[in-house]
C-alpha cells in the first residue's frame, strides 16, 4: 500500500521535510517512488511548495497521505470537500489510548469476576466440610452412647464370670 508522507531533511534542530511517495512497510528515511514536494516549518513565513498535479495522481491511483501530510493538504486546498476535514491528531491517539485502556480495565474486570468466582467456591466448599463435619460429631455422639453401654455390660458380665469365682473361692 503505498501512503504520501514526511521525510526528515535538514540539520539538528531545524527540520525541514520532504514529501515522498513510498510504501507504507517501507522506512520513512529509505528510498521512495518519487518526491513530491517540500515543506520547512520552521522559516518564517513557512515555505510549502508542492507538485500538486503528481499528488493527485497519487491519490487518484490510492495512495493514502498520513494524518500530518492530510492536514497539509487541507490547508493548501489540495483536498477539499465535505469528507476532506482536518484530522485532529490528538483526538485519533487518544482515541487509540482509550481503545488500550478500556482493553485493559475490561480485563481487570474479567480477573476480578473469577476470583469473585473462585472464593464463592471455596465458601461454599467451607459450608459443605462444616457441615460434614457437624454430621460426623453427630454420628459421633450417638456412637459412643452405643458402645458405652456395651462396656458397662461386660464389666457387669465380668464380675460374674466363673474364673473370677474360682480365684475367690482358693
Not at 500530518?68 to 487509540?96: C, M, P, W, Y
Amino acid at each position: 500500500m503505498l501512503s504520501i508522507r514526511f521525510q526528515r531533511i535538514g540539520r539538528k534542530k531545524s527540520p525541514s521535510y520532504r514529501l515522498v511517495i513510498s510504501e507504507n512497510a517501507r522506512d520513512t528515511q529509505g528510498r521512495a517512488l518519487e518526491i513530491l514536494g517540500n515543506y520547512n516549518p520552521v522559516a518564517n513565513p513557512k515555505v510549502v511548495s508542492l507538485n500538486t498535479d503528481r499528488i493527485k495522481h497519487w491519490l487518484a491511483q490510492g495512495a493514502t497521505p498520513s494524518e500530518a501530510v492530510h492536514n497539509l493538504f487541507v490547508r493548501e486546498g489540495i483536498l477539499t470537500g465535505d469528507k476532506k476535514k482536518a484530522v485532529s491528531i490528538s483526538q485519533k491517539r487518544q482515541g487509540k489510548i482509550d481503545a488500550v485502556k478500556n482493553a485493559a480495565v475490561e480485563a481487570k474486570r474479567k480477573a476480578e469476576e473469577a476470583a469473585k468466582a473462585a472464593k464463592e467456591a471455596e465458601e461454599q466448599a467451607a459450608r459443605e466440610a462444616e457441615e460434614a463435619a457437624k454430621a460426623a460429631e453427630a454420628a459421633a455422639s450417638e456412637a459412643p452412647a452405643a458402645v458405652e453401654e456395651p462396656k458397662a455390660e461386660e464389666a457387669l458380665a465380668a464380675e460374674e464370670t466363673p474364673a473370677e469365682e474360682e480365684k475367690k473361692a482358693e
